[in-house]
């Protein structure tokens, strides 16, 4: 949840259409990335196999909904991206001391007599290049992202798409392919949770920093019932995922109900945007 939560490419597309004066493709990008998330990744995989997995914590669902009306919030009321966005970030600040200190409690014991050995030289030059490899990584990402804004911005002026549909379905299908890889490469070696994890993880890090981050460079989001329509469509997929994790099982017939919302959820975007 924590390590594979993180979603750097949609992070940074969502802050640099932000600074770019883009809100509502920012805003649309975090919450239609996340809808897509749920549904697309978990429906195509349960059409293969079920899913069986050990039962999700209560506190995760419990952040989930302390995130969605801080989301609600932000939008509704004058200068609330801006005051949500602050909110966002110190709510993912307690989740992750949260989780280090729920991991040092399980682990206390396992490493009573555990003495960390001395790396070899070899293993530092390892170290080294992979944090090298990261660093150039995270380079490309940011650069990645700036070029995908400004050819969105430019594609939405050519085509006369609406900004908001741009960034609820658009941008929001092409920063989400990772999910799809990592649940059913984690279904294949038999561990689900991981895949999972994975999925709630990258929840909370978009409603928490990428929503947090963009909001302060928001500022204020100007109130269209499309807003309300998308937000309305994840409560219930939150409240829907609630349900089936606590049979600890995700079937063919749950996948298919996430699919109708993913239908939904297009549906009324092509419809109803007009930002």
């Known amino acids: 949840m924590l390590i594979l939560g993180i979603d750097p490419e949609e992070s940074f597309a969502s802050i640099i259409a932000a600074i770019n004066g883009l809100p509502y493709l920012s805003f649309g990008n975090v919450v239609g990335n996340s809808i897509i998330a749920i549904t697309l990744p978990i429906s195509l995989t349960v059409l293969v196999s079920n899913l069986k997995f050990k039962a ?63 790396l070899t030289e070899i293993e530092k030059s390892s170290k080294m290049k992979k944090i090298i490899l990261t660093s150039i990584g995270l380079v490309f990402i940011i650069l990645g992202g700036e070029l995908l804004i400004l050819s969105a911005d430019q594609i939405m002026n050519i085509l006369q798409i609406p900004e908001a549909f741009f960034g609820f379905i658009i941008i929001a299908f092409v920063t989400n392919v990772e999910e799809l890889t990592l649940i059913l490469k984690s279904v294949k070696k038999k561990s689900p949770e991981i895949g999972l994890g994975g999925i709630f993880g990258k929840l909370i890090w978009n409603l928490t920093i990428t929503f947090g981050i963009s909001g302060i460079f928001i500022i204020n989001l100007a109130y269209e019932v499309i807003l309300l329509w998308n937000w309305l469509i994840m409560f219930l997929l939150i409240l829907c995922l609630n349900f089936i994790s606590q049979k600890e099982m995700i079937i063919k017939r749950d996948g298919f109900i996430l699919m109708g919302f993913l239908a939904i959820f297009i549906t009324i975007n092509i419809l109803f945007v007009t930002i």
């Open 56 to 118: 999700i914590s209560k506190f995760y669902f419990v952040l989930l909904y302390i995130l969605l009306i801080n989301l609600l919030f932000s939008f509704i009321f004058s200068g609330g991206m801006f005051v949500s966005g602050f909110i966002a970030i110190g709510i993912y600040i307690f989740y992750v001391i949260r989780n280090l200190k729920h991991h040092k409690q399980e682990n206390l014991g396992d490493n009573l007599d555990y003495t960390e050995p001395k």
